[in-house]
């Protein structure tokens, strides 16, 4: 069995040995772990792509603002410019966008969505995903297939670091969303699983070093913004990825660096806003306001 | 959560903002409603720290309210749970404290019903909890198990009189802490099964002479 899948090298391996993609290694362990038939896996796969989908249609159809006012209205305000002017990288590149805010924005204002791997990061692999498929119809089970395959990247790299902003920053949450989206793509447009893993790769590299420096101790600000921006570097992640090409540092060692740079990130720039965009002027100054109430 | 598996990682679906604060604080209400085996009449929740300088922004109030009423993470209601039908029913109230000898994320329950109780918990990160105190007793719950909690007298053979039960019904026993008061005063016992217990087992137990309280607490849905 594959008991213990702990690095890419290794999930490489069984999948070359095995000759099967990373969703099917994913799923099997999962069924032979839990003792269930790998039908219940993807079900319960079904059940979170389908919440994902409700939150991108909840948020598309909201411009509530969120507890603090600082966030609710941007996904409306990209949808009325859209319309009128499209986005010069076209209507993918649109939806993608207006799919990430809609998820993070229905996120902060308390609506229902996949925490996936976190609610701070909730808009990424749903927007990569969801709006992908429409764009080249891709069925449901190839988008079971791909958020199984982002799944069970989240998996690997949650072995060797906590997929928390207050452990390791936000390198570790919007980044790590961001590589599971650009595996996610790379397999539903049927990339090879080295070119899926180098897509990983390549992902984190770039955006290793992000630090979790929120306004007011909020999942707000950067958090929604940094959304549409982190699920459109999933998409150059992909794109390079099956271009061959690669991630000089295997991606194994990626994590091995993000770890460590996430350990010796400073605590100010981990979830406690003491630092970094949370004790800007601004920052501090609607930090005041908002606990005056 | 040190070896998350595939399912947490592209779950759980749940009402936002924060894992820890909101989800984490539907589920310290929840099983706070179980252990108490009702819902409360009346509740004063003092939420310290993070909880207590993030709380209303995170919706972490709503959260803990909504959790006494026994809705589940993903409910819809939890938004607009102060203005709900739900609320009206009880009492409540909401105390902000900065104490740094507690956890960030910790919260104290007070719940009054049929009867009284007190309850502590801690939010640990990913929406995962540990319910830390009951009344007078330290424990450690995370709503993993289904949990027989009971608090008896001090005095030998209590605690193979409780297991024995369990072996009669062939119940497998996952973690079993105990903490007292002193030595021969009141006792409290935490017991994890595999399984589920019936009402026979519950009863059986709660007739015992010198113990005092008994409830049954089910595990919580992922």
Do not use: W
Request: charged share 20%; with cysteine.
């Amino acid at each position: 069995m594959n008991s213990n899948i702990h690095t890419f090298e290794r999930l490489k391996e069984l999948c070359a040995e095995r000759n099967m993609r990373i969703y099917e290694i994913a799923q099997e362990y999962m069924s032979v772990s839990n003792d269930i038939p790998i039908k219940e896996v993807r079900e319960f796969t079904l059940k979170s792509l389908n919440a994902m989908k409700d939150a991108i249609k909840c948020g598309l159809a909201s411009n509530e603002p969120s507890y603090s006012g600082m966030c609710g209205n941007d996904c409306g305000k990209v949808q009325i410019a859209f319309d009128l002017h499209p986005p010069m990288f076209g209507g993918l590149f649109a939806n993608i966008i207006k799919y990430a805010l809609a998820t993070s924005e229905e996120n902060v204002r308390m609506g229902r969505i996949v925490a996936c791997p976190t609610a701070g990061s909730c808009g990424i692999l749903p927007s990569v995903i969801v709006a992908v498929s429409e764009y080249k119809n891709y069925s449901e089970e190839e988008q079971i297939n791909a958020l199984i395959t982002g799944g069970e990247i989240g998996r690997v790299i949650s072995q060797k670091l906590s997929l928390a902003g207050a452990v390791a920053g936000c390198q570790a949450e919007c980044g790590v969303a961001s590589a599971m989206a650009a595996a996610a793509v790379c397999q539903l447009r049927g990339g090879t699983v080295p070119q899926v893993i180098s897509a990983v790769a390549l992902a984190l590299k770039n955006i290793l070093g992000l630090t979790c420096d929120p306004v007011a101790g909020l999942v707000e600000v950067p958090c929604v913004k940094r959304n549409p921006f982190l699920a459109v570097h999933a998409i150059t992640a992909c794109e390079l990825a099956l271009a061959n090409v690669k991630s000089v540092i295997p991606p194994d060692e990626v994590v091995d660096a993000m770890a460590q740079i996430g350990s010796l990130m400073s605590p100010m720039l981990k979830e406690s806003s003491q630092a970094g965009l949370a004790t800007t002027k601004t920052g501090l100054k609607i930090k005041k306001k908002l606990f005056k109430n | 959560m040190s070896n998350p598996s595939l399912f947490d990682i592209i779950s759980p679906i749940m009402i936002g903002p924060s894992s820890s604060h909101t989800a984490g604080a539907v589920r310290l209400g929840l099983l706070a409603r179980n252990i108490f085996g009702e819902t409360p009449q009346e509740v004063t929740f003092k939420l310290y720290n993070s909880y207590a300088s993030t709380g209303k922004g995170h919706g972490t109030d709503k959260g803990l309210l909504a959790g006494i009423l026994g809705l589940k993470v993903d409910d819809i209601r939890i938004r607009h749970i102060f203005d709900s039908k739900l609320s009206q029913s009880l009492k409540y109230n909401f105390e902000f404290i900065q104490d740094f000898s507690r956890h960030p994320n910790a919260v104290d329950m007070y719940l009054k019903g049929s009867h009284e109780m007190f309850i502590s918990g801690d939010s640990v990160g990913a929406g995962e909890i540990v319910i830390t105190r009951i009344n007078s007793f330290n424990v450690s719950l995370t709503g993993e198990y289904n949990t027989l909690i009971l608090v008896y007298r001090d005095k030998p053979g209590m605690i193979s009189a409780v297991t024995s039960m369990f072996q009669s019904k062939k119940l497998n026993i996952a973690s079993l802490d105990c903490d007292r008061n002193a030595r021969g005063k009141e006792a409290s016992m935490v017991i994890c099964v595999d399984g589920d217990l019936d009402d026979g087992v519950v009863n059986s137990i709660r007739e015992m002479k010198d113990v005092y309280f008994v409830t049954y607490v089910r595990k919580l849905e992922k």
